[in-house]
Every structure is written in C-alpha cells, then in structure tokens.
C-alpha cells in the first residue's frame, strides 16, 4: 500500500496485488488461524477507518486525507466509519442524519442534538437505531408539564416493591412514594399521586433498539381515561426510567389534550 499510495516517492515501482482484496484476505486468514485481528491493526483492523473523537471527524468531514492518507475502499474496507459517541460534535451528528436521509430544521436538530450527548454520557456506542429513536421521542413530545427530576426504587424476591418519584410542574417539584406489584407498578402509582389522576394501563411494552448491555430501551405504553386512550413513548439505557419517561409522556398529553378542548370551548 506504501507503493501504491505514495507513487509520488516510489516513482516506477508497482505490484499486481490486488489492493481491494486485502481486507477480505485477511479476514479469510483469521478465520482459518483462529487469530483475531486486534482492531487497532493498521489498514486491516476494524478501527483502521473508524474516528470517533469530536476534532478528527469533524476534519474527515471537511476534508478526509488529513486523517486518511488512503482510501478505505481501496483495500475493500468499504468506507471511512464515524463511531458516533460522547466525543463527536454536532457536524458529525448532522452528517449521520443526512446518511440516514433526514432532514430537520435547525431547531429540532438542536434538540435531537441535545438529546443525542445526554444518551452519549450513558453509551460508548451510539447507533442509527438510536438516533431515529431519539428523533421519534422528539417528534412525539408534547409540552412537558410534568418533568422527571429523580427516582429511587427498591425491589427483591423477599422485598416489597417500592418506589420514589419526583416531578417537576410549573418550577415546584413534588415527591411522593408507593409501593406496586412490581418496580415499574409502584412508580406509575407514585406518579398518579403527584399528578392526582389515574388511568388504567391497557397496554405496556419494551423493545431493545440496538444490542449490547447498554442497549437503548424503548418503552410504549397506552393508558385509557375516561373513555379515551393516549398512548407514551420513552427511552433510556435504564427500563425503569423509559418505564417512567412513556407514562410521563401518556400524563402530559392528556393535560395538553384537555387544555387543547377547554381552550376551543
């Protein structure tokens, strides 16, 4: 690759490898060896082409042989790979929308892009299952009259389940406690109390979006009221949260709904 890449130093020097080939070439001699490839392996490694600092994808964007000094392609790595974590910027997450094909306004990148560092702080990794999920929850979201500021919960096979939740609703923040059938039960019961309304949950399901043990969860939830259902969505590295942040955003959208009606009448 040193020949082929600086043809400007090896001045009539040439091969007939088949650069495009060594990528496969090698994966071909792990499997029969039984020897990984470290990742950190030049050319050939899975990190070869992989930036996941802020200032190195913002500058592979911008122009990528300061970084690469060859093409991934040409070794048959396919393309240059911008690991999205708590280190990339906001170029590098609007690069990844545009690959993903979607196109935001300013303000809701903001947003997105916001919601995207808080999900960093708890991921190494973050994938394009979680992005569209974070952009889904922005989308959803209605104005947040009530708001999570903490929860504790305790449960076992010998304890009773237990939780404490607290909520902000316009700049006061209440707590309250309760005890369920289950971790998930309690909370939502801590939270009827603060919000003094109740409503029977008629559907509650979870779904991990991308693998690994620090997956992103999706909790989708559907609360019936007074003859009318409202379904909530939330996300989060941790279920009971997402448990919370769907029934949370079920509770907010019966307000905005009831204050929508009140206003018309």
Do not use: W
């Not at 082929?4 to 091969?15: A, C, E, P």
């Not at 090698?26 to 930036?51: C, D, E, Y």
């Not at 892009?113 to 708890?122: G, M, N, P, S």
């Not at 939780?163 to 998930?184: M, Q, W």
């Amino acid at each position: 690759m040193a020949i082929r890449t600086r043809n400007d130093i090896f001045k009539g020097l040439y091969t007939d490898v088949k650069t495009k080939e060594i990528c496969k070439t090698s994966r071909l001699v792990s499997k029969l060896t039984g020897m990984p490839v470290q990742p950190n392996k030049a050319i050939v490694g899975s990190n070869a082409f992989a930036h996941e600092a802020g200032i190195h994808q913002d500058g592979v964007l911008k122009e990528r042989i300061t970084y690469e000094i060859m093409k991934p392609e040409d070794v048959g790595f396919g393309e240059t790979r911008l690991i999205l974590g708590k280190h990339s910027g906001r170029h590098a997450f609007k690069e990844r929308l545009k690959k993903l094909g979607i196109d935001l306004k300013e303000r809701m990148i903001d947003k997105a892009f916001e919601r995207f560092k808080e999900l960093a702080d708890k991921k190494k990794e973050i994938f394009d299952g979680d992005i569209e999920t974070i952009l889904e929850e922005e989308i959803s979201r209605v104005p947040e009259e009530y708001k999570l500021v903490h929860f504790y919960v305790s449960s076992g096979d010998e304890l009773e389940p237990s939780a404490r939740v607290s909520l902000k609703f316009h700049n006061k923040i209440s707590s309250s406690t309760s005890s369920g059938d289950g971790p998930v039960d309690a909370c939502y019961k801590a939270i009827d109390k603060i919000t003094k309304t109740s409503g029977k949950l008629l559907d509650y399901a979870i779904r991990s979006v991308t693998s690994g043990k620090d997956a992103l969860g999706e909790v989708s939830i559907k609360m019936g009221a007074k003859g009318r259902v409202v379904s909530g969505r939330g996300a989060s590295t941790d279920i009971i949260e997402a448990s919370i942040k769907a029934y949370l955003n079920a509770v907010n959208k019966r307000v905005y709904k009831h204050r929508a009606i009140s206003y018309k009448l």
